[in-house]
């Protein structure tokens, strides 16, 4: 009677557990998705009726920040150009880091959680200590806000998340492909590059729009490092405008036609991040069908 008492108890408390942990889960999520949903109707309330052909099609006039003519033009292009700056070279980095780990480094767990480990710490590195340690090279070595400084500075904020994004793909295929793939007299380069990569390209795409979204959000790294001109830069050593710091910079004006314009910007690059994510689960589940299932 008291093992049967004892293990119904049980049950009742497990069954209990699993009813908060469940509403708890569900209330989160209501709440997040609640919050999202505030922010974003905040902007497009605010910034639809400011958003006209002319914000996207042209660059800030004398009187912008008056409130007269004029758009945002020079920082949706030079948000577009340190976004595919910064993503592409932090890709040609990363790529090869977490092919390296998950190939040549598979026997050593040790090194291997190590790397993993100190990622996962620059991952939670703010931005901002990204954008001081940016500035503070550029001090020393002399050099100027711009383009380039921006595109080098936001390469090693996203390099993380590059690298990790393809990592976690990569750490999940099964050690019998790596096994299949030596067993044809395939070298670990070729293994790297033509087997786990075409198996993790679902992974690797993710991380590229992911690391690229991210780029083109961030204000606090390019706050020191690619200045801001009312103009759309024609080379790595002139400095440029993104539009986080356009919506900031028009934020903080006391005019409120700038003001409304700053909400305007802010649905452009909110409306740049959800096509982003919309490319990201297209191609994530178009190549996901080439992948092999196990």
């Given at each position: 009677m008291k093992k049967n008492s004892g293990k119904s108890f049980k049950k009742t408390r497990l069954k209990y557990e699993e009813y908060f942990f469940r509403w708890v889960m569900f209330l989160s999520n209501y709440i997040i998705a609640l919050i999202l949903g505030f922010i974003i109707y905040t902007i497009l309330k605010t910034g639809i009726p400011a958003l006209s052909l002319e914000m996207i099609t042209e660059t800030p006039k004398g009187g912008f920040y008056f409130g007269k003519e004029g758009g945002v033009l020079n920082a949706i292009i030079g948000s577009l150009y340190l976004g595919l700056g910064s993503t592409f070279l932090a890709f040609v980095v990363g790529l090869p880091v977490a092919l390296f780990m998950n190939t040549w480094l598979m026997n050593k767990k040790r090194t291997v959680n190590l790397v993993r480990f100190i990622l996962d710490l620059l991952w939670g590195v703010p931005s901002i200590v990204y954008g001081a340690f940016g500035f503070t090279l550029m001090v020393l070595l002399g050099l100027k806000a711009s383009l380039l400084a921006g595109i080098i500075v936001i390469a090693l904020l996203i390099l993380p998340i590059m690298i990790r994004g393809i990592d976690e793909g990569l750490k999940n295929i099964p050690k019998g492909l790596y096994e299949a793939s030596y067993s044809l007299g395939s070298?670990?380069?070729?293994?790297?590059?033509?087997?786990?990569?075409?198996?993790?390209?679902?992974?690797?795409?993710?991380?590229?729009?992911?690391?690229?979204?991210?780029?083109?959000?961030?204000?606090?790294?390019?706050?020191?490092?690619?200045?801001?001109?009312?103009?759309?830069?024609?080379?790595?050593?002139?400095?440029?405008?993104?539009l986080p710091l356009a919506i900031f910079f028009q934020l903080s004006s006391p005019i409120p036609e700038v003001k409304q314009r700053a909400y305007a910007a802010a649905v452009i690059l909110t409306a740049i991040i959800l096509v982003i994510s919309i490319l990201s689960r297209v191609f994530t589940y178009r190549y996901k069908k080439h992948s092999i299932k196990f």
């Open positions: 070298t670990k380069s070729e293994t790297a590059f033509k087997v786990m990569m075409k198996q993790t390209m679902p992974c690797i795409i993710t991380a590229v729009l992911l690391s690229f979204g991210r780029a083109i959000g961030d204000t606090a790294a390019v706050l020191f490092t690619t200045g801001f001109t009312d103009n759309i830069p024609t080379s790595l050593s002139q400095p440029t405008a993104t």
